[in-house]
């Protein structure tokens, strides 16, 4: 059996994704969390002298914060089967696996091991952030120089 | 199964609810003023606050203009400042500002603790983080 | 003794007296539950760390082994094992506590028939004349170390398998009476079927399955349809379905099947199946053990199945090597 065979075989038996179904699914729990997201800023704003602009950062830390009781209580996983990408690309992800990664690795200390571990999956996604975030700025000071957009 | 799908409908209808745009002065029915921003275009709504030295106004713009939200208040504030150039004239669109003066309007404050809740809001306002 | 290519012919009738079988609180359902020895209800105690739980049912799947077969641990001449954590952390430690002479096996997740196959030699040798040979998984252990933490939100594909918590060992004797013997030993090459998922290792291990089936059948003479069963270790629902249809034998369809595939029924939950080391352990040492006593089976072919990957090769973009073993065993009319 040759290699073009065999991939043939694999192919045939291979169970097709429904990417309609999961894109509706990450759509509607991604949905979910960010009306959830939107609730609490106008919470904020409302209870609290937050202002549109500096609503932000307690809605962020509050998202976290769910994120982190509902993987420490093992329901975030559940979510995350069910809803894919809607459940991992807001903040929520990152909470979940910043957490998930500190639990993992409480059989290895607190220093080296929760420390150390901590950011295993996120460390991508701030050394990518923050690069990216570098670059727009930079092209941003670039455009506002020559004058085509402004501040 | 079935619940999940009442809970999901539920919060689509609900996300449809939204208040409807007020246009209004304080303390006084100024004229002038409400001609000025009934012509702008460019916004739906205007709650403000007038005080000897300061004008306060919040505006609302639609979301899909949100995106030369800095030019729009710029604008509206060189106008304002045309027409009152002795006082102090500050235009913000922030769901915050807008809530407070609300508040202070349904509470008909006068002069002083007009002036104090003016301050605290523009005080608010500069907040960074 | 016939050496053809890989296939070793026990003339010594090495046999496997009793076995041993521990598994976890997920397996409890599943429809070899009768079969096994021991379920624990949790995946590791207050104060261990799953490693140590490993080592533990390690230790609990030995014990009952050789308690079954009326031997003490003192007189046991090897033990061998295997299974999936770095270094062999839990079997070495359970070595430990046995203090037997011991080999550790790595083959992946086909360890338990390595072990079986080293075993044999071991007694067909005539050097030894008792050997406790097996392997284990534990689920949450290999999941930190193959793949991400446990509460970590990753959707898993319909291909994805469940790695069992459990620990099967045997007790190898010669020429036990009303004992399962193991006949031949076919030792696997590695094949690479340049599959890079290792979310889909089904497709990668079936034609290792396919290469070793078919040189142990052509270096005993014999066809599909005089096996009983021919069960794989760990292919899965989808990675058994891509071995039958590599196959042009029609009896295929019905005999071969897959440790895998059965281990958790018909629950979706666990996508395509159980894989792990434990896996084929577990179900060749219990459920096939059981069904070759009772006089059931007479002849069966297990062939465990493993897929050669760490962590740091399937980053480094490379495909997925794999290896399988097999065992053929055959019951004796009781004397």
Redesign the interface.
Known sequence: ?D?KQ??D??D????K?PMFTNMLKAF?VGG?IC?IGQLLV?FY??FF???????A?PTAATLVFIAMLL??F?Y??K???F???G??VPIT?FG??V???A???K?EGYVLGVGGNMF??AGSVIVFGVLSAFFVALIKTILVKIGVV?W | MKNKWIVILLFLTLGACSDASERSVYPSQDVELEKVLDEQDSIIGYKSLMDDNTLLVSIEIPTMKRFSKVKIEENIKKELENQYPNKEVIVIDDLKVRWEIEKIIEKEQESKELTKSIEKILALSKEET | MVKANGTIQFTEKPSIASTGVTVGPMEKDSPFASAFDEILLLEKEKNESYEEANTRFIEKACAITVKKGHEKMENIDVFIGGDLINQLSPTNFAARKLKIPYLGVFSACASSVESLIIGSLLLESGKASSILAGASSHHPAVERQFRYPLEYGAQKPKTAQWTVTAAGFALLQKQVKNAPIITHGTIGRVVDGKQANPLHMGAAMAPAARDTIERHLTNTNSKVSDFDVIMTGDLGKIGLNILKDMFTDEDCHVILQDAGAQFYGEDTFFNAGASGAGCSAAVFLSHIYNQLQNGTFKRVLLVATGALLSPLTFQQGETIPCIAHAIECRMEKRN
């Open positions: 059996m290699q065999f991939e075989i694999v045939k038996q291979n169970p994704t509607l979910i009306t106008f704003i409302r002298s937050f202002t549109e602009r500096t609503a950062n993987t420490g093992g975030y996983k979510i995350s089967q809803a894919g990408a459940s991992a992800g979940n696996s957490v998930s990664a639990i993992e690795h059989t295993k999956l402004s």
